[in-house]
């Protein structure tokens, strides 16, 4: 009872005792939250639609896309620029891929896994021969099944090296990816064609189509260029450029260039090239004469291959023959009709194109080698070399004894398809063909079959056809020395120093730009985005330092920083910058330098119009306006409407004199027009009515070809052949974007 007592009379401390206890306990939980959330969001590379990713997932995505690369390049190992430049794709695919789905969820799309399978089932074999996989012997479903199975199996087998299981689970993480990316696609495509058919052509619009088509005129068009008129005669104002900026701002918008909202600095930079003295060319000179000797002297692929990694040659020696379009233009244009089998260049030469300094050997050349091959083949990979022998030599047996290829490979569990093998699959290096395995392919007589080993792998391998392009038959088999026009240290130290000496006596970013002409320097302007993955114009490589001090926190303004060496293998570049501005806003504004000289320009464009119209509307006539100071002789356009665009010889193609002679009557004169480079008067001078068939039929092929336009998310380019997104689909991916909130802070962390 006493300690009871004792307790009710400490009530009150007890009760705060417990208080700060619990305190302190919510307190440390609350603070060990706000770490841990600091701490993810210190881990959090974007965010798309409040959906955030993290570093460790990115890199992921962008391991996974490098093994793509690696399996459809055969490079090992990408420069960092190369890297940038996957890690860009990886982004713009995770935005893409978030954008769509969030869409598709909200309308209710999906892609089931019937759909895909359906399509797979059509489109499998195709798929298959274009990708890694064919290389492998996977060529349809059931294969492409039998290794997904086999796949857990034959990673773990006793004796499987690092390397081989590598490169099987590069080729199912292959698949896995062009898996994902067809389901992707095809949701996407689904929700383009929903989109699409927001879309309706009406009769108004098939009228006015017809209406714009109805009268082609004739015009007589005289016109003065802005050029005409000197820039100093007018005075243009901050608060004109201001007003101008405002009118124009919506084109300004970041998201339009870059995709999103992205930081970015403006700097001045300057980028020095570390160019090889004479004497450094000298010895190369030297070096590559003895290669060239050694060419000559070279008997023997194992020969020549030494010789060309002992030169440390950028080419390696592929080992066979190819066309001339497949060698390096600089060598190919130095191999005539005249050069003989065996000639050895002796004389280096220099191909500033690449710099590089190069000799060669024209081996041998041919015109016994086909361009394109059609085969069967029956592939056995297995772990057991003997085993993949003998089943080799059984079906070989059977196929001499006259049994079909087709039974024989299906109780062997295999399938021999048909296919083709063209020169243009293995003769490009990045394909880095094996030269023995080309040799016995492109080699083996038509009707025959052999077996061919490679690497422990037992192929049986039947030729069914040969074809030559006649156009193009020679083949030539050249051994290339090929390496680059390096500098010496000496010369790398006292570039360096000489930058080291003029940035010691310029120590500010306004002396350093405005002594630098005179010292042989140039400085220039540039904007940097977060975005971006290069600094330079022309962008320069290997520039990640560079890049990270321009978007560091701490960077001052108009300071200049140290000197970066930069700009690929031989790191050839010396680049100092300093940031002038830090533009974080959702527009371009006025400081950036070229965007101020853009909004000058067109300022001035409407100063020089009002002029011009002033001067054209107190001319007499049209003969007075065609003397007026600048102006070029009349030109007479032709079967002008509505619809096609007037070219205005010497000037431009102006859509807005289109229009004037359009709306203008025969024998009247419209002046004053202002177009995009000047200011125009007119006179129409004929008119002719096109009798344009407006029946169902044709009203119908207007509506279809006026839906066609608003309907393609693509469009070919019929000159280059290059598919660009239409200006639709742009707009609207632009504002899912926009609505989507991305958050892009990959420039923090790479």
Not at 51 to 72: A, H, P, T
Not at 146 to 172: C, I, R, W
Not at 496 to 505: C, D
Not at 599 to 610: F, G, M, P, S, Y
């Amino acid at each position: 009872m006493a300690t009871l007592q004792k307790l009710r009379s400490k009530s009150a401390m007890l009760i705060l005792f417990v208080g700060l206890a619990l305190f302190a306990f919510i307190a440390e939980e609350f603070v060990r939250s706000l770490s841990s959330g600091k701490a993810e969001s210190s881990q959090r590379i974007g965010k798309v639609n409040g959906k955030s990713i993290s570093n460790q997932e990115f890199n992921s995505m962008v391991r996974e896309l490098e093994n793509v690369y690696r399996l459809q390049s055969g490079k090992d190992n990408f420069t960092e620029d190369e890297h940038a430049q996957i890690r860009e794709e990886a982004w713009n695919e995770y935005v893409e891929s978030q954008l769509i789905q969030q869409e598709a969820e909200e309308l209710g799309l999906m892609v089931t896994d019937n759909e895909l399978q359906e399509f797979l089932s059509t489109n499998i074999t195709a798929l298959l021969r274009q990708s890694p996989l064919a290389m492998v012997g996977i060529t349809d479903m059931a294969a492409l099944q039998k290794f997904l199975t086999d796949y857990p199996t034959m990673v773990s087998q006793p004796g499987m090296s690092n390397e081989q299981a590598s490169y099987l689970t590069m080729l199912h993480d292959y698949w896995l990816s062009t898996e994902r990316r067809l389901r992707d696609n095809m949701l996407k495509e689904k929700y383009e064609s929903l989109y699409a058919s927001l879309f309706i052509s009406n009769p108004v619009a098939v009228q006015a189509d017809f209406d714009a088509r109805a009268t082609d005129k004739d015009a007589v068009v005289v016109g003065v260029p802005y050029t005409a008129l000197n820039d100093d005669e007018f005075e243009v104002t901050d608060a004109e450029l201001q007003a101008k900026y405002n009118e124009l701002k919506p084109l300004f918008s970041k998201d339009l260039r870059y995709g999103s909202a992205a930081a970015t600095r403006d700097i001045k930079f300057l980028d020095v090239r570390i160019e090889p003295s004479k004497a450094d060319i000298d010895e190369q000179m030297a070096y590559l004469r003895e290669a060239a000797q050694q060419l000559a002297d070279s008997a023997g692929t194992a020969d020549v291959q030494s010789v060309l990694a002992a030169n440390q040659s950028r080419l390696t020696y592929q080992g066979f023959p190819v066309k001339k379009s497949s060698l390096p233009a600089d060598v190919a244009q130095r191999i005539t009709d005249e050069t003989p089998d065996g000639y050895t260049l002796m004389e280096p030469y220099i191909n500033q194109n690449d710099t590089t300094i190069n000799v060669f050997k024209l081996i041998s050349r041919t015109t016994a080698i086909p361009d394109s091959i059609q085969y069967r083949m029956v592939r056995f990979a297995s772990q057991d070399a003997a085993d993949n022998r003998q089943k080799a030599d059984s079906i070989l047996a059977l196929l001499n004894g006259g049994l079909p290829f087709d039974s024989i490979a299906k109780d062997f569990g295999s399938v021999a398809d048909t296919t083709w093998l063209t020169s243009a699959m293995y003769e490009p290096r990045r394909a880095q063909a094996d030269p023995q395995l080309v040799k016995q392919m492109t080699t083996q007589a038509t009707g025959t079959t052999q077996i061919i080993e490679a690497n422990g792998v037992c192929i049986v391998f039947r030729v069914l056809d040969r074809r030559f392009n006649q156009n193009d038959r020679e083949k030539f088999d050249v051994a290339i020395v090929k390496v680059p026009l390096k500098f010496s240290q000496e010369t790398e130290k006292a570039t360096k120093t000489k930058l080291s000496q003029y940035m010691a006596k310029n120590l500010n970013i306004e002396d350093f730009e405005k002594n630098a002409v005179q010292n042989g320097y140039m400085v220039q302007t540039l904007t940097v985005a977060s975005t971006d993955i290069t600094v330079g114009r022309p962008a320069v490589a290997q520039t990640r330092d560079i890049f990270h001090w321009i978007f560091d926190k701490d960077t001052q303004l108009n300071t200049l920083s140290d000197i970066y060496t930069c700009g690929g293998k031989d790191y050839d570049h010396l680049v100092v910058a300093a940031v002038t501005s830090v533009n974080d806003t959702e527009y371009f504004t006025l400081d950036d330098e070229e965007l101020r000289t853009y909004v000058k320009e067109q300022v001035l464009i409407d100063k020089k119009a009002t002029k011009l119209q002033e001067q054209m509307n107190g001319a007499a006539n049209f003969a007075a306006i065609a003397q007026l100071q600048g102006a070029i002789a009349p030109d007479t356009v032709r079967n002008v409407n509505f619809t096609v665009d007037a070219n205005v010889a010497r000037i431009a193609t102006e859509p807005a004199v289109s229009a004037a002679i359009a709306r203008t009557a025969k024998g009247q004169t419209a002046k004053g027009i202002k177009g995009n480079a000047g200011v125009y008067a007119l006179t129409v001078i004929n008119e002719t009515s096109n009798e344009i068939a407006q029946d169902d039929a044709a009203k119908q092929g207007v509506a279809n070809r006026l839906f066609g336009m608003y309907q393609q998310p693509y469009q070919m380019n019929p000159y280059t052949g290059q598919r660009s997104q239409s200006q639709y689909y742009q707009r609207l991916y632009l504002n899912l974007r926009r609505n989507a909130g991305v958050e892009d802070n990959r420039y923090i962390f790479y």
